[in-house]
């Protein structure tokens, strides 16, 4: 058994499948899902362009008077 220290040093992105793997059903489409997964260990990923929606930006509140 590897300890979280040891596979974080040496592939970060073993954790995270990992863990999404232990959420999944055990079932046949396992290994398909698994499969579709795609963990990139750093922020940059080829897929920045087919972000539309940013949730980490200011949203101004508005509130409307109740009559």
């Given at each position: 058994e590897i300890t979280f220290e040891r596979l974080q040093e040496k592939s970060p992105e073993k954790i995270i499948e990992k863990a999404v793997s232990g959420m999944l059903p055990k079932n046949r489409l396992?290994?398909?899902r698994l499969g579709r997964l795609m963990?990139?260990?750093d922020a940059e990923h080829p897929y920045m362009e087919n972000i539309i929606k940013r949730y980490?930006?200011?949203i101004p509140l508005v509130t409307q008077?109740?009559?």
């Open positions: 396992r290994k398909v963990v990139y260990p980490d930006t200011k008077p109740i009559e």
